[in-house]
């Protein structure tokens, strides 16, 4: 059984529906994420998940039982909000004992798990500072050990990670990981950041408008995206638009207008004669010299347009004959050598007979 | 504001100088010199016909304060002390929950509910007071102490409500659904985080109430009873009618001490309050 199942939910604020008809089910011990642009109903699922919303439609379950009619303060549920709103007139300390007392435990009690938590979130040496004292990090992870002390069934956590800079926001992703799988609770995370969903999650809901579109583990939904939504959001993607002309046990046969034909793994829902999109990402395409002769199934020439020099890696785009633009990453493996191609040169376009995917229309 | 003032430079350090020269000028006038003048007067001899007696002939003398010394004073200082503090009470208790209530509405309403907050002091103080004698006449409770207290409370009232409204105002909305999510009920979130966080208003609410209430004479004179004085009465009477100035300057030094002690007492606490 399912620790929490979100069974077909739906959620209306006036006229607008922020969540439709969503059910989703997480297990114990997992990392889950809500991942999804702004708008897309992620907030309002977790805040009916702690108990602040109530669904119009649908059902929450805790392990089995309805939540529905129980308040927040009573559902074995945190949350690490946004803002982090830490207690500004509590202590460090203070704010990490405040979930302990209000469940009533003894002060010896308290003072044991304040200083265990402050040693887990590495703030043992903070706990008598005051919260407008700390770094936005620090602010991070007293939120994180307040949501964490009174060991919830389920920890909440709302773009905990959104104030903070990119290089602080990597160290904070490593040490999440390092939190959940130490102490083994079920975290539903929220995000809009499809990186740091890839990063962090076991699982992953990709959501757009209300519904959930994919879910399923990272690597699914980074190889295998359902439609062009899901390909486009999450990681970079190129997408042609392609006819079927074969589609077998072996592969698809896909036409492309004015490049002609291009093979990709089998899809039996594609039916011949449809059209759809070619999802191919941009570590797939290997770019070679004219003069190499390309062993690849699908190759065509292009134009490099312009390219974008990330240092361990460069982005080309290219420009196919029948003036498609496509993204290929090079990684910059050879020492001494920086970029492999310039603006204007001529180049082979190629990728795997079983790279990308097709997405019907 | 010491740190920029060390490497100010000369224009801006004139700048500083034009602008805070005529509050300050205005301070030393109207308040530096009145006081020194009471403090001086406290050590004079009272005139035939009011006023000070010329100091030919009458050299300073502590007269005043002997006079001063005897424990009816301090017993009508007591009262004032018990009068402002009763007083403050009640309106903290009062204004705390309409407060709330104000900086909970929603946000189009909450300037509406503060313009009524101070409207009554479009009409003048005398006039609301008198109101009180109208409605305290026919119930029978004028000239009593109980009248002295409503009449300063429904006064003072939007003193502590201004201060505790932009106190509560300010708090975000966040830490109280963070309490609740993390195990708090209604009445715990209000112990734990409301009441904590708005201490900074209901102290500078109660300074606000009672000093005033504590030199405050218009009020006893009108509602209360013979028995109801309190010091704002005793300095006004020994200036108008007993024309015992000295007396009154000496009572006055002794009321502006007792207040210098409970805005320290305050500014103590808010510091303590606002880490």
């Given at each position: 059984?399912?620790?929490?199942?979100?069974?077909?939910?739906?959620?209306?604020?006036?006229?607008?529906?922020?969540?439709?008809?969503?059910?989703?089910?997480?297990?114990?011990?997992?990392?889950?994420?809500?991942?999804?642009?702004?708008?897309?109903g992620?907030?309002?699922?977790?805040?009916?998940?702690?108990?602040?919303?109530?669904?119009?439609?649908?059902?929450?379950?805790?392990?089995?039982?309805?939540?529905?009619?129980?308040?927040?303060?009573?559902?074995?549920?945190?949350?690490?909000?946004?803002s982090?709103?830490?207690?500004?007139?509590?202590t460090?300390?203070?704010?990490?004992?405040?979930?302990?007392?209000?469940?009533?435990?003894?002060?010896?009690?308290?003072?044991?798990?304040?200083?265990?938590?402050?040693?887990?979130?590495h703030?043992?040496?903070?706990?008598?500072?005051?919260?407008?004292?700390?770094?936005?990090?620090?602010?991070?992870?007293?939120?994180?050990?307040?949501?964490?002390?009174?060991?919830?069934?389920?920890?909440?956590?709302?773009?905990?990670l959104?104030?903070?800079?990119?290089?602080?926001?990597?160290?904070?992703?490593?040490e999440?990981?390092?939190?959940?799988?130490?102490?083994?609770?079920?975290?539903?995370?929220?995000?809009?950041?499809?990186?740091?969903?890839?990063?962090?999650?076991?699982?992953?809901?990709?959501?757009?408008?209300?519904?959930?579109?994919?879910?399923?583990?990272?690597?699914?939904?980074?190889?295998?995206?359902?439609?062009?939504?899901?390909?486009?959001?999450?990681?970079?993607?190129?997408?042609?638009?392609?006819?079927?002309?074969?589609?077998?046990?072996?592969?698809?046969?896909?036409?492309?207008?004015?490049?002609?034909e291009?093979?990709?793994?089998?899809?039996?829902?594609?039916?011949?004669g449809?059209?759809?999109?070619?999802?191919?990402?941009?570590?797939?395409?290997?770019?070679?010299?004219?003069?190499?002769k390309?062993?690849?199934k699908?190759?065509?020439?292009?134009?490099?347009?312009?390219?974008?020099?990330?240092?361990?890696?460069?982005?080309?785009?290219?420009?196919?004959?029948?003036?498609?633009?496509?993204?290929?990453?090079?990684?910059?493996?050879?020492?001494?050598?920086?970029?492999?191609?310039?603006?204007?040169?001529?180049?082979?376009?190629?990728?795997?007979h079983?790279?990308?995917?097709?997405?019907?229309? | 504001?010491?740190?920029?003032?060390?490497?100010?430079?000369?224009?801006?350090?004139?700048?500083?100088?034009?602008?805070?020269?005529?509050?300050?000028?205005?301070?030393?006038?109207?308040?530096?010199?009145?006081?020194?003048?009471?403090?001086?007067?406290?050590?004079?001899?009272?005139?035939?016909?009011?006023?000070?007696?010329?100091?030919?002939?009458?050299?300073?003398?502590?007269?005043?304060?002997?006079?001063?010394?005897?424990?009816?004073?301090?017993?009508?200082?007591?009262?004032?002390?018990?009068?402002?503090?009763?007083?403050?009470l009640?309106?903290?208790?009062?204004?705390?929950?309409?407060?709330?209530?104000?900086?909970?509405?929603?946000?189009?309403?909450?300037?509406?509910?503060?313009?009524?907050?101070?409207?009554?002091?479009?009409?003048?103080?005398?006039?609301?007071?008198?109101?009180?004698?109208?409605?305290?006449?026919?119930?029978?409770?004028?000239?009593?102490?109980?009248?002295?207290?409503?009449g300063?409370?429904?006064?003072?009232?939007?003193?502590?409500?201004?201060?505790?409204?932009?106190?509560?105002?300010?708090?975000?909305?966040?830490?109280?659904?963070?309490?609740?999510?993390?195990?708090?009920?209604?009445?715990?979130?209000?112990?734990?985080?409301?009441?904590?966080?708005?201490?900074?208003?209901?102290?500078?609410?109660?300074?606000?109430?009672?000093?005033?209430?504590?030199?405050?004479?218009?009020?006893?004179?009108?509602?209360?009873?013979?028995?109801?004085?309190?010091?704002?009465?005793?300095?006004?009477?020994?200036?108008?009618?007993?024309?015992?100035?000295?007396?009154?300057?000496?009572?006055?030094?002794?009321?502006?001490?007792?207040?210098?002690?409970?805005?320290?007492?305050?500014?103590?606490?808010?510091?303590?309050?606002?880490?």
């Open positions: 059984m399912a620790l929490l199942e979100i069974r077909k939910v739906t959620k209306r604020f006036g006229q607008l529906e922020a969540v439709k008809d969503v059910s989703i089910a997480v297990e114990a011990g997992e990392f889950f994420t809500l991942l999804g642009p702004s708008g897309c992620k907030t309002t699922i977790l805040r009916m998940i702690a108990g602040f919303d109530a669904p119009d439609e649908g059902k929450l379950f805790l392990d089995g039982k309805p939540l529905a009619g129980i308040p927040p303060e009573k559902r074995p549920i945190h949350t690490v909000f946004q982090y709103a830490l207690f500004p007139h509590l460090v300390a203070g704010n990490i004992a405040f979930p302990l007392e209000m469940a009533g435990k003894s002060r010896d009690e308290i003072r044991r798990r304040v200083g265990e938590t402050l040693e887990l979130v703030l043992a040496d903070k706990g008598g500072a005051y919260p407008h004292e700390l770094s936005g990090g620090q602010k991070q992870r007293v939120a994180l050990g307040r949501g964490l002390v009174n060991r919830p069934r389920l920890l909440l956590l709302d773009e905990p959104g104030a903070l800079d990119a290089k602080l926001r990597e160290r904070m992703q490593v999440l990981i390092a939190l959940q799988r130490e102490v083994g609770i079920t975290f539903v995370f929220v995000t809009h950041a499809q990186q740091e969903a890839l990063a962090l999650s076991h699982r992953i809901a990709v959501m757009r408008d209300g519904r959930v579109e994919q879910m399923d583990v990272p690597e699914a939904l980074y190889s295998s995206p359902r439609n062009r939504f899901v390909a486009d959001f999450i990681g970079n993607i190129n997408l042609i638009d392609v006819e079927v002309r074969h589609s077998g046990h072996q592969g698809l046969q896909l036409a492309a207008a004015g490049l002609g291009i093979s990709a793994p089998p899809l039996p829902e594609a039916m011949e449809a059209r759809g999109t070619l999802a191919l990402r941009p570590e797939h395409i290997r770019l070679t010299h004219p003069s190499e390309p062993e690849l699908n190759h065509f020439v292009g134009t490099i347009r312009e390219y974008l020099y990330l240092g361990d890696v460069t982005v080309y785009k290219v420009a196919l004959d029948n003036d498609v633009v496509l993204e290929a990453l090079a990684t910059n493996g050879a020492p001494g050598r920086a970029r492999f191609h310039e603006i204007g040169d001529r180049v082979n376009v190629a990728w795997r079983d790279a990308g995917a097709f997405l019907n229309r | 504001m010491r740190a920029p003032s060390s490497t100010a430079k000369g224009p801006e350090r004139l700048t500083r100088w034009l602008v805070t020269l005529p509050p300050t000028l205005f301070l030393v006038v109207f308040f530096l010199v009145p006081a020194l003048i009471m403090a001086a007067a406290s050590f004079r001899e009272p005139g035939e016909f009011g006023g000070l007696a010329p100091l030919a002939g009458h050299p300073p003398t502590l007269e005043a304060y002997r006079f001063v010394a005897d424990p009816i004073y301090f017993r009508i200082l007591a009262k004032s002390f018990a009068v402002a503090g009763l007083t403050t009640l309106c903290l208790l009062l204004a705390y929950p309409l407060a709330l209530l104000i900086a909970r509405s929603p946000k189009g309403r909450r300037n509406v509910l503060v313009l009524l907050v101070i409207l009554p002091f479009a009409s003048n103080l005398l006039i609301r007071v008198y109101a009180w004698i109208i409605i305290l006449g026919p119930l029978n409770l004028l000239y009593s102490p109980e009248a002295v207290i409503a300063m409370v429904y006064v003072h009232l939007p003193f502590m409500i201004l201060p505790l409204y932009t106190n509560l105002e300010k708090h975000d909305p966040a830490l109280l659904e963070a309490a609740q999510d993390l195990g708090a009920d209604a009445w715990t979130r209000f112990r734990r985080v409301t009441l904590p966080l708005s201490l900074p208003g209901i102290l500078s609410g109660s300074a606000l109430v009672f000093i005033p209430v504590l030199g405050m004479f218009a009020i006893p004179e009108l509602l209360g009873g013979t028995g109801d004085i309190l010091i704002g009465n005793l300095i006004k009477e020994q200036f108008l009618d007993n024309r015992d100035w000295p007396l009154g300057a000496t009572l006055s030094i002794l009321l502006t001490v007792a207040v210098l002690g409970v805005a320290a007492v305050s500014a103590a606490f808010t510091r303590k309050a606002a880490p």
